[in-house]
């Protein structure tokens, strides 16, 4: 429970289930208020939590394959001027978002497993490469340029596949 002016992540998991319980923006930032918040903290809350909905909710109408101005066209029918809605649709492009509103994609999250085996691949493929251009164990032709390439193609499926 908060009793400042600061709201901590504990207060925006809190407002994040009542939002997921069917609560409106004001109910929940009573309930802020009612934990210790101070109602500029509530409110600060509230709207960051809400501008992450929007932004996801912009960022998977991208994914789903709507155009930027299909989006912008469809935030400017739920109210928002076409600054506004040009500004969401830029910063869902930018940084696009998964379905929990508090969470953006990692940067490097993947699976490590998948990562890993790429890059033992890819430096396999770089002692083959060294071993075939200095003649200390050739190998079939390309092969060090082969593992590399897979190995990269790997660890990189890895990246994206968190």
Avoid at 34 to 46: C, F, I, P, Y
Avoid at 55 to 68: I, Y
Avoid at 80 to 94: G, H, K, L, P, Y
Avoid at 100 to 115: C, L
Wanted: with cysteine; aromatic share 6%.
């Amino acid at each position: 429970m908060s009793d400042s002016s600061q709201p901590t992540q504990a207060d925006y998991d809190f407002a994040v289930r009542k939002f997921g319980d069917g609560l409106t923006a004001e109910a929940v930032e009573v309930q802020l208020v009612d934990r210790g918040l101070t109602a500029d903290a509530a409110k600060e809350v509230v709207v960051d939590l809400m501008a992450q909905m929007i932004r996801q909710e912009a960022s998977q109408m991208l994914q789903d394959g709507l155009l930027p101005m299909q989006v912008e066209k469809h935030l400017r029918e739920r109210g928002f001027s076409a600054e506004a809605a040009q500004t969401i649709v830029a910063n869902a492009q930018a940084h696009p978002m998964h379905a929990n509103y508090s969470e953006t994609v990692p940067a490097g999250g993947g699976n490590v497993i998948v990562m890993g085996l790429g890059a033992i691949i890819f430096v396999i493929g770089v002692f083959l490469f060294i071993g075939n251009v200095t003649g200390m164990f050739p190998t079939v032709p390309c092969a060090g340029w082969l593992g590399m390439v897979i190995g990269g193609g790997i660890w990189g499926a890895g990246k994206k596949g968190g």
